[in-house]
């Protein structure tokens, strides 16, 4: 079916497309994690990614409820606007901003230390590094500005094979190098590693764990997000543990905690290329201490092209997410309206693009991975806590709006339902924030610093808009919508005629423009028992058709509609059927100010009782009939 272009975002990924994107960060993490948690936790590096590992469990949980509910550019800070306010959700965009930012830099810095440690051993050092990792960004920059299903096209298969290849290297690694007896005395507790070191390892093990809010931020861009969304998050969380709780031990059977003659203790995982260890490429060093006889050069090729390729990937889905976080903020006045510009022909943030690229290039320029990796875990344990803390609000603020998915361990209290997963997550990500920037001098006076200026930009950009820091107010955006989207994704308007109802349309059309959907106008026709069912009635589909055509004139190319005929009483029965076929997000009634007779008194009630998404009855209050407001009230519809 042809697609009609507007100006928005465009709904093109799947769930395989939203899979390989945040796998292709998530899961790419390891070929540099490894290595900087291993300079730190030593012989706990496997408990630590188990640590890491359990908090991202949580948080992923966190993110697949929040962003079914809110399918929208922003991941947390989407979640802090409708728990908290504006104010809150600034900071929370602001804080997944420096963590995207840091994801890219860190992801492009560790490229060209594979691909040095297989053909050219100066792209191991720098100003090799830095000089490539900077190239690397350019050109994905550029890539990206052309629109995110040209530049994610090819995620599927990488995603795939790198999986592959991971698990082949645990099932390999596991037959010829691994030991538990290495494993166990490669730990002495308290000393390799020191207690203080082994805390500074969980935060810093969640820089292995992040691209999870890729998948919030590209929502905008799904396909059936209410399915799509945590089905893929479900498929990264499975992915990442089957390969994060295995790959480790390996590893360090492969390469183990050795005592130096100065009393200190290290593995060469977590030792810089300049001193002869593989801290800028820990799996390929594993490769290359296992003996794989005749395929070990192959081996080590393959493995160290597919980790630059994944790592060059995983540089690409931070740039996607940071942009589209941009375009989010600019359409809730956080940021000046020009950031979130897209491109005229391709449809792309491409200011943002460009802008947060160029950051990125500047982080790269410190050549010291450790420092980033710690800023990173400052900026994302940031906004994921403000996530958490988010969706336990919600349960307060919205006991019963519709969650198409709801995480699990849920304990009832006072009538609302406590995640408690989201509780757990909220405390996991709180006190790892708080140890990376109590223990890391550096990395707080950065990382505080960048909370600062968001926090003197903010509040003059908000005042020079005339804006409250805390008011929510989103420009006016037109969606890119299909001809399916519209008769799939919806906002269901039911018109009673003869009257036509320009406030009900206009609340749809506000409903589109934030959920990106169509709007579909329904018009019940009533048929006196006395004539068939199918008795033409052509006065009646006239004006039935003319306010479909208002409608359309109102809304523009998002409204499609059709007229019904009906029997007395069956109109809200229609309304319920017509809405789960067009598989609405909403439904908007517009009631009648005369009393009495009218064809939705009983249609509403039903409506209700039935509804099978979120309802809103567009009125004048004191028109509405006793009984019926008390439906309304039950209900808890708002008028």
């Not at 905008?220 to 499975?238: F, G, H, L, M, Q």
């Not at 919806?490 to 709007?519: D, K």
């Not at 059927?577 to 009648?592: C, H, Q």
């Amino acid at each position: 079916m042809a697609r009609r272009r507007l100006h928005g975002l465009q709904r093109v990924l799947g769930v395989n497309a939203l899979f390989a994107t945040a796998y292709g960060n998530v899961g790419s993490s390891i070929y540099y994690a490894l290595g900087l948690v291993a300079s730190f936790a030593l012989g706990l590096t496997p408990l630590v990614f188990i640590f890491a590992g359990f908090i991202f469990f949580l948080t992923a949980s966190t993110y697949a409820e929040a962003t079914a509910m809110y399918p929208e550019a922003g991941g947390s800070s989407s979640f802090a606007r409708r728990a908290f306010n504006e104010f809150w959700s600034f900071f929370a965009a602001w804080g997944q901003m420096l963590s995207y930012t840091i994801t890219i830099a860190v992801s492009a810095f560790f490229v060209p230390h594979y691909i040095g440690g297989l053909f050219w051993e100066p792209l191991r050092t720098a100003p090799g590094d830095i000089i490539f990792g900077i190239g690397v960004i350019i050109v994905l920059a550029a890539v990206n500005v052309f629109g995110a299903k040209e530049s994610t096209g090819v995620n599927v298969a990488l995603a795939v094979v790198g999986f592959a290849t991971q698990l082949l290297l645990v099932l390999i690694g596991g037959i010829l190098v691994f030991s538990p007896d290495v494993l166990i005395n490669n730990v002495e507790l308290g000393v390799a590693p020191t207690w203080k070191d082994f805390m500074l390892a969980i935060p810093i093990a969640m820089i292995a764990y992040t691209g999870i809010e890729t998948i919030s931020n590209m929502a905008e861009e799904a396909k059936d997000v209410e399915k799509t969304v945590p089905k893929a998050i479900n498929r990264v969380v499975i992915a990442v543990f089957a390969v994060y709780v295995a790959l480790p031990a390996v590893a360090l059977s492969a390469l183990p905690v050795v005592k130096q003659p100065d009393g200190s203790y290290q593995t060469l995982l977590g030792v810089s290329s300049e001193e002869g260890g593989y801290a800028g490429d820990p799996v390929l060093g594993m490769v290359k201490q296992i003996d794989l006889g005749f395929f070990q050069g192959a081996a080590e090729i393959y493995v160290g092209l597919l980790a630059a390729t994944i790592l060059f990937v995983a540089t690409n889905a931070g740039i996607i997410g940071v942009s589209r976080l941009v375009y989010s903020m600019g359409v809730y006045r956080q940021l000046p309206n020009k950031m979130r510009e897209l491109h005229p022909r391709f449809g792309t943030p491409w200011i943002g693009i460009i802008i947060f690229s160029a950051l990125a290039c500047l982080a790269v320029t410190t050549g010291q991975a450790d420092f980033l990796g710690n800023l990173y875990a400052f900026g994302a344990m940031l906004s994921f806590t403000i996530a958490h803390v988010s969706v336990i609000k919600l349960r307060f603020r919205y006991p019963n709006f519709p969650r198409p998915y709801v995480g699990p361990m849920n304990v009832m209290v006072g009538g609302v339902n406590i995640p408690v997963f989201a509780v757990l997550g909220a405390l996991g990500t709180g006190l790892a924030f708080l140890v990376v920037a109590v223990l890391h001098l550096d990395v707080a006076i950065v990382g505080l610093g960048w909370l600062a200026v968001g926090g003197v930009v903010y509040p003059l950009y908000r005042r020079s808009q005339g804006l409250k820091l805390t008011e929510t107010v989103a420009l006016e955006t037109k969606a890119q919508v299909t001809v399916s989207e519209a008769a799939y994704e919806s906002v269901l308007v039911a018109l009673e005629p003869p009257s036509y109802s320009s406030a009900a349309v206009a609340t749809a059309v506000r409903l589109a423009a934030r959920r990106r959907r169509g709007i579909h106008i329904l018009v019940p026709i009533p048929v006196p028992s006395s004539s068939p069912i199918d008795a033409e009635m052509p006065e009646q589909e006239e004006r039935a058709q003319a306010m479909i055509e208002q409608a359309r004139l109102q809304g523009g190319r998002l409204v499609t509609g059709r007229w019904i005929k009906v029997r007395a009483g069956q109109a809200g029965g229609m309304i319920v059927e017509e809405a789960i076929d067009l598989r609405a997000r909403a439904i908007v009634l517009a009631l009648p100010r005369r009393q009495g007779g009218n064809l939705f008194d009983k249609a509403i009630e039903t409506v209700l009782r039935e509804r099978p998404c979120r309802v809103i009855i567009q009125s004048d209050p004191a028109s509405v009939k006793p009984t019926l407001r008390e439906a309304l009230d039950a209900a808890e519809i708002p008028l």
